[in-house]
C-alpha cells in the first residue's frame, strides 16, 4: 500500500488551501515538500505512490518564496561593520530576528571602513553554501559596499576611509578587503581609475560588481557593464540625479548597451524615505524584471528612535523613522523591514502582488546565481517561503520546510 518510502524515510508535507507564486502568478494550488525541498506531485503519486503524511491548512494565505535581502548592514542593535570582535554574535542574532520580517536569506553589508575591519570580518563570516543555523536566515554571501567610492557621493561613508586602486588595480583592491572568500557583492564607483579591469577581475572571480555611490557617465557605466557588472547599488541615492543629455548610472535601466540576455539589476530602497514613490515608479515601469528591493538597513532597525552607530559614525533616528548622520540632513541607511518595503512598493507603484514579492525573491536570487534553489517555488527548490494575508503581512516563515516564525495574530 502506501509506498512515501520508495524514495526516502522522510514526512511529506502537503500544504493546501492556499495560493502559489509560480512561474510569475499567484495560482491556486498545493505545495508538497519533502526533506526540505519542493515536491512534484505528479512525481509524487504516480511513480512513488505517496501521499501526505503532514497535512496543513494555509486559510486562503498565499504562499511566497522567501525574501533575500542583498543589502543589509545590520539591524536589532548590531551593526556588521563595527562587530569586529564579535562578528558572528551580531550576524547571529540578526539572522534570527530577520525571520519576522519573511528574509530567509541575506547579504550582510559592510560599508566603507578602515582595512582592519575588512581584515578581522571577512575570515569570520561563514561561506555562503553552508545550511543555516537552526531559526535562522541563511548568509549567502557578504556585501562590500566600498571603500572605492566616489569623496563626491560619500552619502554616510567616511572620507578618510575611501581608497582608489590606481597604483596596483586589483592587488590594491585584495590588499584593503584581504579574503574575497566569502563575498558575493562589491559596490565600486566605476568612473575610478582602473575600475574597468577590477570590475573585470572580480566578475572572473564570481563576484557580482555593483554600481553606486559614484559620479560615473552612462558611457562609464556602460563600460563596466561591458566587463560583467550586473548590478546598481540603491538606484537614484548616491549617484548623479538623472539628466536627459547624460542619464549617468540611472540610463542603464534603458540603456541599449547591456549584453544580450543580461538583465540588468538595481538595488531599490523602498522604505517610503530614500526613493519618492513617483521614482519607485519610474523605476518600475522603465525595467520591472531587474528591480530588487533592498532594506539598506541599519543597526537600528528594530529598535526605538534615538542615538545609533553606523560604522565609525553615530546616526540619529527621529520620530519620523528617518535615519541621518548626527547633526545633519544626510540620510544613513534605512530603518525599514524588507516585509515593510515590499508592501510599500507594492502600494506606491500599484504593481501587482507577483511582482512586489518576485522584485524581494526571484530577482535578487538571479543576481546572486542561486535562482536554481532559492528565489522561487519550483520542483527541487529550497522549501524557504512564507505565509502572507493578502495585504502581504508575514504570517509565518519557514526554512527549509521547519516553521521558524509564526506571527502573534496567527497563534491567537
Ligand atoms: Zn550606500
Keep these: 500500500m502506501p509506498s512515501n518510502k520508495s524514495v526516502s524515510d522522510a514526512p511529506i508535507i502537503q500544504f493546501h488551501n492556499c495560493r502559489i507564486l509560480k512561474d510569475h502568478k499567484l495560482r491556486r494550488e498545493d505545495l508538497w515538500i519533502r526533506e526540505g525541498k519542493i515536491l512534484n506531485p505528479e512525481k509524487l503519486f504516480f511513480d512513488e505512490k505517496g501521499s501526505a503524511d503532514v497535512q496543513i491548512d494555509c486559510k486562503e494565505r498565499i504562499i511566497a518564496p ?38 530567509t536569506s541575506f547579504c550582510p553589508t559592510i560599508i566603507t571602513s578602515p582595512i ?36 563626491q557621493k560619500k552619502g554616510a561613508h567616511l572620507s578618510q576611509n575611501i581608497r582608489s586602486y590606481k597604483a596596483r588595480g586589483f592587488q590594491d583592491l585584495l590588499d584593503v578587503y584581504g579574503s574575497l572568500d566569502n563575498v558575493s557583492i562589491v559596490t565600486l564607483a566605476p568612473e575610478m581609475e582602473r575600475s574597468e579591469e577590477v570590475t573585470g ?22 563600460a563596466a557593464v561591458k566587463q560583467g557588472a550586473t548590478f546598481i547599488t540603491h538606484l537614484f541615492n548616491a549617484m548623479l540625479p538623472f539628466h536627459h543629455r547624460d542619464p549617468g548610472i540611472v540610463g ?41 528591493l533592498v532594506t539598506d538597513a541599519v543597526a537600528a532597525m528594530g529598535l526605538p528612535t534615538g542615538q545609533h552607530t553606523l560604522g565609525q559614525q553615530i546616526i540619529h533616528i527621529d520620530e519620523e523613522l ?20 515590499v508592501r510599500h512598493f507594492w502600494r506606491a507603484t500599484g504593481c501587482s502582488v507577483e511582482a512586489a514579492l518576485e522584485a524581494a525573491s526571484l530577482h535578487p536570487a538571479q543576481l546572486l546565481g542561486i535562482d536554481s534553489v532559492k528565489g522561487q517555488l519550483e520542483y527541487g527548490m529550497d522549501a524557504d ?12 516563515t519557514y526554512i527549509t520546510q521547519q516553521q521558524q516564525y509564526m506571527s502573534c495574530s496567527e497563534l491567537s
Excluded: W
Excluded at 542593535?77 to 562578528?87: A, I, Q
Excluded at 535601466?253 to 540576455?261: F, V
Excluded at 528617518?322 to 518595503?341: E, N, P, R
Design 66 to 103: 522567501g525574501y533575500i535581502d542583498v543589502q543589509i548592514n545590520g539591524g536589532y542593535g548590531y551593526d556588521f561593520s563595527l562587530e569586529t570582535d564579535n562578528v558572528n554574535c551580531g550576524i547571529s542574532v540578526v539572522a534570527k530576528k530577520l525571520l519576522s520580517t519573511g528574509v
Design 116 to 151: 582592519e575591519v575588512y581584515q578581522k570580518v571577512l575570515p569570520r563570516l561563514a561561506l555562503r553554501d553552508s545550511q543555516p543555523a537552526h531559526g535562522s536566515a541563511l548568509l549567502v554571501g557578504v556585501h562590500l559596499e566600498g571603500p572605492f567610492i566616489s569623496e
Design 201 to 222: 577581475e572580480l566578475v572572473r572571480r564570481g563576484i557580482r560588481v555593483s554600481l553606486g555611490h559614484s559620479i560615473a557617465s552612462l558611457s562609464q557605466a556602460e
Design 252 to 292: 542603464l535601466l534603458t540603456s541599449d548597451q547591456i549584453p544580450d540576455g543580461q538583465i540588468m539589476f538595481y538595488g531599490l530602497i523602498a522604505d517610503g524615505i530614500h526613493t519618492n514613490p513617483a521614482a519607485l515608479r519610474i523605476a518600475h515601469r522603465a525595467h520591472p524584471s531587474g528591480l530588487v
Design 322 to 341: 528617518h535615519a541621518y548622520v548626527a547633526g545633519t540632513k544626510t540620510l544613513c541607511g534605512s530603518i525599514a523591514t524588507m516585509d515593510f518595503c
Design 385 to 396: 517561503m512564507l505565509l502572507l494575508d493578502d495585504e502581504l503581512n508575514v504570517k509565518a
